[in-house]
């Protein structure tokens, strides 16, 4: 939810000059820990405060709590999740017809590698 100029984000690590810390998004610790994106407002986040139902899969921080918030659904980060495996998990939420989720983030590391590449 924050433009780079403001969260300093470069190769998924940035330094809260506040904290005198470093956060490192495959750090587990510092994925669980919320007020690392106390700035910003996840999308899952603005679902959960509008009253809607959120899933996230894959998401690097999506089980930590923000703002008082958690998404409903929250699968975490596994290095060795396959895009199949993550596909799964979307089309299952998708299925669901109690407590279907509103939105649903699902992060594919294959894909983002390529795209760097």
């Known amino acids: 939810g924050l433009l780079p100029a403001k969260h300093g984000i470069v190769a998924n690590r940035f330094i809260d000059p506040t904290r005198n810390e470093a956060f490192y998004s495959k750090d ?60 799964d998990r979307v089309i299952e939420f998708l299925n669901k017809t109690v407590e279907r989720p509103d939105f649903i983030a699902a992060y594919m590391s294959q894909v983002d590698r390529e795209s760097h590449r």
């Open 28 to 87: 587990p610790k510092c994925a669980a820990d919320g007020t690392w994106l106390s700035q910003g407002e996840p999308f899952w986040i603005k679902v959960e405060r509008d009253g809607g139902r959120s899933a996230v899969v894959q998401w690097i921080g999506s089980q930590a709590t923000i703002h008082g918030y958690k998404p409903s659904f929250a699968v975490p980060y596994r290095r060795d999740a396959t895009p199949s495996d993550v596909a």
